[in-house]
Nanobody, 126 residues
């Protein structure tokens, strides 16, 4: 059974940085696109950043562009999200997700992704 385990969340002051990681198991990692989504209380789960199966293409939500960086290490079956210049509005549970197949580009809909991690809490204080 495919398993995605997210880690690295925590509490940070506004303007600070955090790095999230997602480790995948039982997954032919190089054949899946990966994405990070977030969900704040009472809100829908929103796309944050994504990276295609090879790592050659990335895409970011406008709200995090220039502040967040997604990367992947296919040899280690991991994907990372480096977050800097954090704002209180970045507070949410962050989820990593895997999308089956070597599709072109990066996709932003929750329904595009086949597997999900358990989520990790990120809290940014003002």
């Amino acid at each position: 059974q495919v398993q995605l385990v997210a880690s690295g969340g925590g509490l940070v002051q506004a303007g600070g940085s955090l790095s999230l990681s997602c480790a995948a198991s039982r997954l032919p990692f190089g054949t899946y696109a990966m994405g990070w989504f977030r969900q704040a209380p009472g809100k829908e789960r929103d796309f944050v950043a994504g990276i295609n199966w090879s790592g050659g293409s990335t895409y970011y939500a406008d709200s995090v562009k220039g502040r967040f960086t997604i990367s992947r290490d296919n040899a280690k079956n991991t994907v990372h999200l480096q977050m800097s210049s954090l704002k209180p509005e970045d507070t949410a549970v962050y989820y990593c997700a895997a999308e089956l197949g070597r599709r072109v580009g990066v996709h932003v809909q929750v329904s595009d992704y086949n597997y999900w991690g358990q989520g990790t809490q990120v809290t940014v204080s003002s």
